[in-house]
């Protein structure tokens, strides 16, 4: 590359386009993608996503006005940069890398939804104006499927052999419009080669668990009481990893018997998005009025 393309490369372009201010990065096979800066330079925040390891996320476009999200990291291409795009690549999430002198950036397809721990101070909020058994019943069943939806979602990414290393509710985001579990941020994350030892990759995947199940009880210490004398008891068989040849099954059981025990009690069979404010009805009537806790999707 001369030194001509090479500083156009490291130059932030702006230009106006519809009233919003762009930044234009290009990438080194001449794709081009333009950072939203919002209508205004003082209303920039708005396309401001969140703060991921090592850097901070934000909105962007391409040349097909396709949004996305870009994380903007303040180093030239490192160990993290290239194990975030690794991982993220594994994981078939499409990334594009860019590495200037003084940053590097990746691209890729936004992550909708909200963090976990968002949607668990909701569920707070209704256990504590409500009295009625059933309806905490219905609580912790919405929330154990939660769980073992992100359990699962974490059991694919190790099936990939992508180990985030840094898993706690705020780096997970549930879709409640469709039901999805989305991981993000894999600033710490690693993707297993063949010169990693068996004795490695399995730390990394009882770290993963390990995190996961420790930021779970935190936040149902004070609201499922049945739930989280489970969730401890899987960190202590968590502890002693002779006795654990199968995370991911042991702790899919577990809340497998939990929700079944619930469903049981209840008679219901409900996707976490779907507890709200509904008259209970027996199995017969099988009509639920249901209203969603959040009915939208959000960008976390």
């Not at 154990?144 to 979602?153: D, G, N, S």
Request: hydrophobic share 40%; net charge positive; aromatic share 8%.
């Amino acid at each position: 590359m001369d030194s001509r393309k090479q500083k156009k490369l490291d130059s932030k372009i702006s230009r106006k386009t519809s009233g919003e201010l762009y930044s234009q990065i290009q990438s080194e096979n001449g794709k081009k993608f333009f950072l939203m800066a919002g209508k205004k330079r003082e209303n920039a925040a708005s396309t401001f996503l969140g703060e991921g390891c090592y850097g901070s996320v934000k909105l962007a476009k391409d040349e097909k006005e396709q949004v996305l999200a870009v994380k903007i990291i303040p180093v030239t291409l490192s160990p993290t940069v290239k194990g975030e795009f690794d991982c993220l690549t594994r994981l078939g999430r499409n990334p594009t890398l860019v590495v200037l002198p003084k940053k590097s950036y990746i691209f890729q397809p936004v992550a909708l939804g909200r963090e976990v721990s968002k949607y668990i101070f909701e569920i707070e909020i209704q256990i504590a104006s409500s009295k009625e058994e059933k309806k905490v019943a219905q609580w912790e069943l919405a929330f154990a499927k939660l769980c073992l939806k992100i359990v699962q979602q974490v059991e694919l990414m190790h099936l990939k052999g992508v180990y985030h290393r840094d898993l706690h509710l705020g780096n997970i985001l549930y879709d409640d419009t469709q039901d999805m579990i989305t991981i993000i941020d894999f600033g710490q994350g690693r993707v297993a080669v063949k010169e990693d030892s068996l004795l490695e990759i399995n730390d990394w995947q009882r770290a993963d668990y390990g995190d996961l199940l420790a930021a779970i009880s935190e936040n149902v210490r004070t609201i499922f009481a049945h739930l989280y004398d489970k969730i401890i008891y899987l960190l202590n068989i968590l502890s002693t990893p002779a006795h654990w040849d199968n995370p991911a099954a042991c702790i899919k059981t577990y809340f497998s018997e939990f929700i079944k025990e619930q469903e049981r009690y209840l008679g219901l069979d409900l996707k976490p998005s779907q507890v709200g404010y509904f008259s209970l009805k027996s199995k017969e009537e099988s009509k639920l009025e249901i209203r969603n806790v959040s009915s939208c999707c959000v960008i976390s």
